[in-house]
């Protein structure tokens, strides 16, 4: 199985949501799982919330992972009170993020 | 297969459109649609108004064309609307004709009754732009939480053990040590607390959004400002007050709430919703629009002959409940709650108001009431009623129930009050508060489910408070201390106020003791008031609904200087929860039906089997036959309690335990921790079997196994 990373911009909200989603929803297409990589994204707004969430149901039902990396302290701080973070694998970098993998 | 009605028929300064569906109410996504849909009875005319996010002025406003009417409703959809970037309100046109009841006024943008998500007053405490023409702002909810398995846990009633509690209060003060000090998030990071202390429900004081600088001032006293802290007002019925959530900037304050629920459920502990359908945040006629009184004004309120508001809530305006389209209002919201956020259950501010009919007068069988009797979604939801209302209405004992509603029972904080200062007259009282009050729900067959037991509530003294003052020091609120209640039946133990005097502050926590054993060893569902287990105390303030401060904050550093009280609550509630024979649904028979060799209830007094029955007593105490309480076949032990709030000490003999058996201590209330409370399960047996001495103001508990 193979992995492929997606980069964020700095905010993830309703302005760029589908674009961001399209992007993600490609790389799953071709069967490969996802590493999206936050480290330039400083918010996220409800509907980015959705956006993950929902990148990581698609994987699911595709037999494939997705994993967040370089989550920001606003965000996962967000990520924490809604909720939203038990539902993700997430590493401070990539490198840890690509060792895991790996094992 | 395509719908065919996914396509627009009208298009408005390049919005496409097209009629929307009038049910349900509010304003709910399909698809790329959003449907919003607003009812009122007497409106000529309405329009809907958009703005960008926190924008102060709309950048459309939208007429509800004539083919986007059906009967008294106005609805539209609106297509590729960025939800999440918008806010709306409406417009209504009618006739402002006071004294037939309408107040239109088409200048005004109101906030829909159905919001689910209310922006405006984000961040607690941020002083809000008055001269904004749209202070609470109706957002468009995102309504798919991912709850996993979540569910309404279906706690049976009489196992709960409910903790009243208030989002800032709990987290706000010294030593709270969490990130986010008064929020849901921050409640979140003190579940292992709530665990710790056993409680196995919350009772959320309101979370329905509220304006806390609704009638704000500064304090004549200590030149603070006051606020409204408690949140008995609402701005909506639908929507959490969004400066609860520390994500309330970013509008994700639902979310936040339904993690709290979720992660509440996960550690077994139910979510009661303190619920104001009594009255609105609008006041009376010289209250500004928020809503109701311009969406639909005689719909909405309760209004005297002559169209001025009636007062039965004490707060300017009364919510006419049992106006069928009002009504379904209150059904609808309490199922959103249940549905959307998994609520357990509901206890009702003021409920006797939702008895009365348009004309303010008390029904035998409100149909409100009754509806949420039989209401399927609510079916297992608890309900709860303060039973009386501002208006004279007094119902404990006789509130319409069908068999479904509970109710705060006054008279055991009342009765357990008095005899806790060692009032006479009062034990006959006593005596039926002990057993689940038959003399209140026995006659209806509701049972001891009904009674929610509490010594203290959020209204009135802490229970530190409750034995360090004789009187109310309510002077901190401006009201020249004429607020809050004045017969309190507390008793200082001997000083006014805090003091340093060892004997005063050794009775003040026996006395605080003797309080959660009566509460823990009673029949009925017990609720303690957050903070009294580490001793909180509000300075003597009896009603702290507008210190947003450290006088209603709990101090978290009490639970170190009162370790022995908390540890104390700690034991009693375990006790309560391991012991079924404590825990009675229906009430006692006073007779040993079975043939189990003793009655499954018995009276006893300073003699065995012979209780005290004159007036003046101060002592009685009680059997509890634990072969009457099996749990998966296994019985429970024997209890007794005897309690004695005489100031002398007193010998209790001791009834014989069956064959094998022998009497433990549980407790001693006038004993120094750590021989006050012993660990349940590891009670030592006592010596002497056949007498107990009871100290002065004194209750010991037993365990026969």
Not at chain 2, 103 to 109: N, Y
Not at chain 2, 392 to 399: D, E, I, K, N, R
Not at chain 2, 552 to 559: E, G, H, M, P, T
Not at chain 2, 576 to 605: A, Q, T
Request: hydrophobic letters at 35%; glycine letters at 8%; charged letters at 25%.
């Amino acid at each position: 199985m193979t992995t492929d990373i997606y980069k964020l911009g700095e905010e993830l909200d309703s302005f760029n949501y589908q674009e961001e989603q399209d992007g993600i929803l490609a790389i799953l297409e071709k069967g490969q799982s996802v590493i999206l990589d936050m480290t330039a994204c400083k918010y996220v707004s409800s509907t980015g919330l959705r956006v993950l969430l929902y990148s990581k149901k698609v994987a699911a039902t595709k037999g494939l992972k997705m994993y967040l990396v370089g989550i920001s302290e606003e965000v996962r701080d967000i990520m924490n009170v809604t909720g939203f973070d038990s539902f993700f694998d997430s590493f401070s970098t990539m490198e840890e993020c690509l060792k895991a993998i790996e094992n | 297969m395509q719908r065919v009605d996914l396509f627009p028929t009208h298009e408005y300064k390049g919005l496409k459109l097209r009629a929307g569906r009038p049910y349900p109410f509010g304003a709910m996504v399909f698809g790329n649609m959003v449907n919003f849909s607003v009812y009122s009875r007497y409106a000529t005319d309405c329009t809907l108004v958009l703005f960008h996010k926190h924008e102060e002025k709309p950048f459309v406003e939208i007429p509800f064309f004539k083919e986007f009417r059906m009967g008294n409703v106005f609805s539209m959809i609106i297509f590729d609307l960025d939800y999440e970037d918008i806010e709306y309100g409406y417009r209504m046109d009618g006739p402002f004709q006071p004294e037939e009841g309408h107040r239109f006024d088409k200048s005004k943008i109101l906030l829909d009754p159905y919001a689910k998500l209310i922006a405006g007053r984000d961040v607690w405490g941020q002083l809000p732009n008055w001269d904004k023409i749209y202070q609470y702002r109706a957002r468009v909810v995102f309504d798919d939480f991912d709850w996993e398995n979540d569910m309404p846990l279906e706690t049976p009633v009489n196992d709960l053990v409910v903790y009243e509690m208030h989002v800032r209060n709990f987290t706000c003060g010294k030593g709270a040590n969490v990130k986010h000090p008064g929020t849901f998030a921050g409640i979140v990071e003190k579940i292992p607390y709530l665990k710790e202390l056993g409680i196995n429900c919350v009772e959320l004081m309101p979370i329905h959004e509220f304006d806390e600088f609704e009638n704000s001032r500064i304090s004549p006293v200590d030149g603070r400002q006051l606020c409204n802290l408690w949140g008995y007002s609402n701005v909506g019925f639908f929507a959490p007050k969004a400066a609860y959530a520390s994500s309330g900037r970013f509008g994700m304050q639902v979310d936040e709430l339904k993690n709290l629920v979720k992660k509440l459920h996960t550690n077994g502990i139910e979510v009661i919703l303190d619920v104001v359908f009594n009255h609105t945040a609008e006041g009376n006629e010289n209250g500004p629009y928020i809503s109701y009184r311009g969406i639909d004004n005689k719909t909405y309120y309760m209004l005297t002959p002559e169209g001025y508001y009636f007062n039965f809530s004490g707060c300017g305006n009364t919510l006419n409940c049992n106006n069928p389209n009002v009504r379904d209002m209150i059904v609808e919201s309490l199922r959103y709650w249940v549905t959307d956020y998994h609520i357990d259950g509901f206890r009702f501010d003021l409920a006797a108001i939702l008895g009365r009919d348009q004309n303010g007068n008390p029904m035998s069988n409100p149909p409100l009431l009754e509806s949420l009797a039989h209401d399927p979604i609510l079916g297992k939801t608890k309900l709860i009623a303060e039973a009386w209302d501002a208006g004279g209405l007094y119902q404990v004992g006789s509130f319409p129930s069908w068999g479904r509603w509970a109710e705060w029972n006054g008279k055991f904080r009342d009765s357990m009050r008095r005899f806790l200062k060692s009032d006479e007259q009062v034990l006959a009282d006593v005596k039926e508060r002990i057993i689940g009050s038959p003399d209140l729900y026995a006659s209806q067959k509701r049972g001891i489910k009904a009674s929610v037991n509490f010594i203290t509530a959020h209204d009135g003294f802490t229970l530190m408070d409750l034995v360090s003052y004789n009187n109310k020091h309510n002077e901190a609120n401006g009201e020249n201390n004429c607020d809050g209640e004045n017969l309190n039946n507390s008793w200082n133990c001997g000083f006014e106020g805090e003091c340093n005097d060892p004997d005063i502050n050794h009775l003040r926590h026996q006395q605080i003791k003797n309080a959660i054993s009566l509460l823990m060893v009673s029949q009925g569902i017990p609720m303690v008031l957050s903070g009294d287990e580490i001793g909180n105390s509000q300075q003597g303030n009896n009603n702290a609904y507008c210190q947003d401060n450290e006088i209603a904050w709990l101090d978290w550093n009490n639970l170190e200087k009162n370790a022995d009280i908390f540890r104390f609550f700690r034991r009693m509630i375990l006790f309560r929860r391991l012991h079924k024979v404590l825990r009675y649904e229906d009430h006692l028979s006073h007779s040993d039906f079975r043939n189990l060799g003793y009655p499954d209830f018995s009276w006893h007094g300073v003699r065995a089997w012979q209780p005290e029955t004159g007036h003046n007593n101060l002592t009685v105490a009680f059997m509890l036959n634990g072969l009457y309480a099996e749990t998966d076949g296994e019985a429970d032990d024997f209890i007794y309690v005897a309690i004695n709030m005489h100031w002398e000490m007193h010998g209790f003999e001791l009834p014989m335990l069956p064959q094998g058996k022998v009497w433990h201590v549980f407790t001693n209330t006038g004993m120094n921790a750590p021989e006050d409370i012993f660990e349940p399960g590891q009670e030592p047996v006592i010596d002497n079997q056949h007498e107990v001495l009871v100290g002065p103001r004194s209750i010991i508990i037993l365990v026969g196994k």
